[in-house]
């Protein structure tokens, strides 16, 4: 990497020693999904659970498609307090539905320290979003939960305080951690995208940590329209997943209570898996970590 120096955590391949060769990815297993093998791991589902209806029909169109892990959240982090806020306890039942209706794994945001028993209790794996990312409390108590955890990068983080935040969950004895790129904050806000989608971090990441490296296509974008493309770039670039926001065929966006512009229809994303089952994962390239 250039010029940075990383601290010693215990994340980073020179001080995890069976992973010290850059060949190697630490698997996260969820709910019977393998994240970090040959395989690419796509995973799907509404941004918010906002209804009984919509969670189930988008959980049904994910699962034909071969699918095995669902994302949606009940707890939403929102930049007004006057948002939907998500609908909690009652979401988490909506997503325990659909779970027992088609065998999705479950993959849910958790935003308070206060709340994680309680989300680990439906989830398969819990999401730490990237307001939260250095919330070091909430990392640590999702550290003790021992639970898979998808911990998105902050959207101004550096790679040294991304890898950092991983360790606050590693050091309570969880290492079972999947990085989420989904967008860095610059001007592109101003006209044309919500984020840019750093892919240049995949490589050096992949280099200095063993931990599976995901992309967030829809939060990278904000915008539906990008979303097949960029997840393409980003499958070129070796990461190991994707995480995809899905709308119902036909929606109304303008009636959906979060992030209605940036979710794909199931037939956008069955292209998308149909690209991400014919890719095979490389090794991450061996530079000068
Ligand atoms: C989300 O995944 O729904 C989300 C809020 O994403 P982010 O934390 O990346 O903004
Ligand atoms: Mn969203």
């Known amino acids: ?29 969820v709910a019977g999904v393998r994240i970090g093998g ?15 209806e919509q969670t189930l029909n988008i959980a049904r169109e994910v699962r ?3 699918i095995g892990l669902m994302r949606g959240g ?10 939907f806020q998500g609908l909690g306890t009652d979401g988490l039942e909506i997503l325990a539905e659909a ?8 993959v849910t945001e958790v935003l308070d320290p206060r709340k994680v028993e309680e989300v680990a209790s439906y989830a398969d794996m819990l999401q730490i979003g990237s307001r939260s990312m ?14 898979p955890v998808l911990l998105k990068r902050g959207w101004s983080a550096t790679l040294m305080e991304w890898l950092c935040a991983a360790e606050y969950i590693a050091r309570e004895g969880n290492r079972n951690i999947v990085l989420c790129e989904r967008g860095v904050r610059t001007s592109s806000h ?5 984020s840019v989608l750093d892919l240049n971090i995949i490589q050096p990441l992949r280099r200095e940590t063993p931990l599976p490296v995901i992309v967030d296509p829809s939060h990278a974008t904000g915008d539906w329209t990008l979303v097949d493309s960029v997840s393409r770039a980003a499958l070129a670039t070796g990461v190991h997943g994707l995480l995809i926001e899905v709308v119902e065929h036909g929606v109304d966006r303008e009636s959906l209570r979060c992030d209605g512009d940036q979710g794909i229809t ?24």
């Open 1 to 29: 990497m250039n010029n940075v120096e990383l601290p010693d955590l215990s994340v980073l391949r020179r001080c995890w020693p069976e992973y010290a060769d850059a060949g190697k990815t630490h698997v996260v297993e």
């Open 38 to 52: 040959p395989q690419t791991v796509v995973i799907a589902g509404p941004c918010t659970v906002e209804s009984r």
């Open 266 to 289: 199931p037939d956008i994303l069955a292209g998308i898996v149909a690209e991400a089952d014919g890719n095979h994962v490389t090794a991450a390239t061996h530079g000068t970590p």
């Open 99 to 106: 779970r027992r209706e088609t065998g999705l794994g479950i």
């Open 74 to 83: 009940a707890f939403k982090p929102r930049t007004s307090p006057h948002s």
């Open 134 to 147: 250095q919330n070091f409390p909430l990392l640590t108590e999702v550290g003790k939960t021992r639970m």
């Open 64 to 66: 034909k498609l071969g």
């Open 190 to 194: 101003l006209t044309h995208a919500q």
